[in-house]
């Protein structure tokens, strides 16, 4: 389930390739190709919830 942190939903590289029905690979070589940004929250490495959904848009 995303996290709210003030108002702004957050996935984990978890959640965000559920999300987009892939693997977490290949959700990762994406980032890593800047195909989609991610940032960290401690340890934790996140993708906001309007770059997940702006990525959707473009896929369709």
Known sequence: ???SIEGTL????RE????????VGRLKSYIDQSR???????R????RE???RA????RQ
């Open 1 to 3: 389930m995303p996290k």
């Open 16 to 23: 965000a390739a559920q999300e987009l029905h892939i693997t």
């Open 44 to 47: 934790t490495e996140v993708i």
């Open 50 to 52: 309007q770059i997940l």
């Open 10 to 13: 957050f996935y984990t590289i």
């Open 55 to 58: 990525y959707q848009s473009r």
């Open 36 to 42: 989609l940004t991610s940032e960290r929250i401690g």
